[in-house]
Structures are given as C-alpha cells and as structure tokens.
C-alpha cells in the first residue's frame, strides 16, 4: 500500500509516496492499527453473513509534516495525512482477516473553508455497510450536503447497491434529495424547502445499470457522474 508524505509551497501539494503495509490479520482492533495512526471511526457486525462479527474502521496517519499551515481565510491547518477504509472478516477461531483495504474511498477536509467530510460507518442488522459523508463549506457554496453510500457484500465484493443524498440551501431553504436503488434500478428526487411540512414534488425514474459499481471500482467518491449527478 502506497500513501504520501506532503510537502507545501504557497498552496502547491508535492506528494512523496512511501511504502506503508498494515497488518493483514489480528485478533482485535488495536493489533490491526500501526503505530503513529489513529482511528476515526470503527464499527462491527456481520457483513458477509455467517455468523461472525466482522470489522470496519477508517484510519489515519499523524505525521506531522503532513500538516499545512495556512495564514489565509478558513482554518488554521489542514492535515492532508493519507486516510485508509479498512475491513475485516471475523472467523470461528477470532482471528479477523482483511478483505478490503482503500486508500481513496475516505476523503480528507483539503480546503481550509471546508468542514471535516467523513460523517462516519454504519453496519446495518442486514449487513450492509454505509458509509457517511457531510459536505459543508464555511465560504465559497451556500449548499451543504449530506451523502450515505450502501454497499454489501455479494460475489466477493462490496456492491454499491444503494445511495442517498440529502442537499439543502442555507439561504433560500430549497431542498433536494435523491435517493437511489441501484438494485431494483429506480431513483427518487424529492424537492422541498425546510421552512414547509411535508415535500414540494417527488419524481420516480427508472434507468439501467448493467453492472453494479463496486466499493473498489468507485475508487474516490463524488465522481461517477450518473444519470445527471455526480455521486
């Protein structure tokens, strides 16, 4: 596995990759963390479905020359150290066992007007994994927006199989959701404002999929543009 060490000038990024492996197996959480990490969020429960509680955490480097000063407006400093998705199959003998490792999936606050994304993990009693972001800019967008990717665990792979969005205008109060089944192939926008009960409209269209995205394939949220969106 590859991350950076950043290095700034003015507001120029220059990555310099070195070789990080964590650990592949362990019996709890703290042996599957290396050292000089630290953990943002972790959640169990069976995603694949045989009885075992299985483990799903996202971490993140602390090394301090990753962090960038910034003298401008916004925050005081970003930390641009790498953040990994990590998830684990629990077995019969206690042993947890990694099936998926990303190093782009959880994005990073890389703008000092920009409120931390990464909103957390969920494991639902069904087994499907959600993962939660929350896009939220103190200067430069009046929207603010919060995103839950559902993916299970099907052919040896996480599939995409659901997503919401949930969009507002901080000034006028307009809303738009969306709501997206890519298993049963429909999609649902509902436009409102958060100053009346109830929906404003709420449109039902269907589309075709031929194969599902998959938490691998997706590689970095927010850039499959998709039936008009951007997810």
Known sequence: MIHGRCKRTGWLIRLETITFIPNGE????????PS???????KT?????????DLAFVIQDTDPDA?????????DTLDLNPRLLEIYFGSESGVLKRVLQSDQFIIRKDSPTMDEPFAGLEITEK?????????????????????????RYQDNQFALIGYDWVEAHRASGD?????????????????????EDGPGS??????????????????????????GIIL
């Open 175 to 195: 809303t738009k959701d969306y709501s997206i089944n890519f298993l049963a192939k429909k999609m649902e926008i509902t436009l409102g404002n958060y100053t």
């Open 45 to 53: 429960g069976d995603l694949n479905q045989d009885g075992f509680q």
């Open 36 to 42: 000089g990490w630290k953990i943002l969020d972790n």
């Open 202 to 227: 709420v449109e039902s269209i269907d589309f075709e999929l031929d194969q599902l995205k998959t938490l691998e394939s997706m590689g970095k949220p927010f850039e499959w543009e998709f039936e």
């Open 26 to 33: 362990g019996s709890s959480l703290e042996e599957l963390i």
């Open 67 to 75: 962090f960038s000063l910034n003298d401008g407006f916004g925050g």
């Open 127 to 151: 087994g499907i994994l959600e993962v939660q972001f929350h896009i939220w800019h103190s200067a430069g967008s009046w929207f603010t927006s919060n995103h839950t990717y559902k993916f």
